[in-house]
């Protein structure tokens, strides 16, 4: 990713959804071990993403949901996130 995004703003050139699609993965690059001053690319990229209005929009509304739910005694929300069988 840092690599391509040295030669362009985005992913896919302009802001797309593959943008939308990654930065879900790349919030979490603390829990990953990373350190996204050894990616000046990624870390300029991810700045921008994440300072988008639609951006933290869906975060808050993520977070909003999140707390709402407890998956530890959830039996219905357990038996939709686990255990399903291919159809």
């Known amino acids: 990713m840092d690599r ?6 985005y992913l896919g050139g302009d802001y797309s959804i593959a943008d939308m699609a990654s930065v879900g993965w790349v919030r979490s690059y603390e829990a990953q071990g990373q350190n996204l001053d050894d990616f000046p690319n ?30 530890a005694s959830d039996k219905d929300a357990q038996s939709v996130l686990f255990g399903q069988k291919a159809r």
């Open 4 to 9: 391509r995004l040295g030669e362009a703003e």
């Open 42 to 71: 990624l870390k300029r990229w991810y700045e921008a993403v994440m300072d988008r209005p639609g951006v933290k929009a869906g975060i808050a509304v993520g977070q909003q949901e999140r707390a709402k739910m407890n998956l």
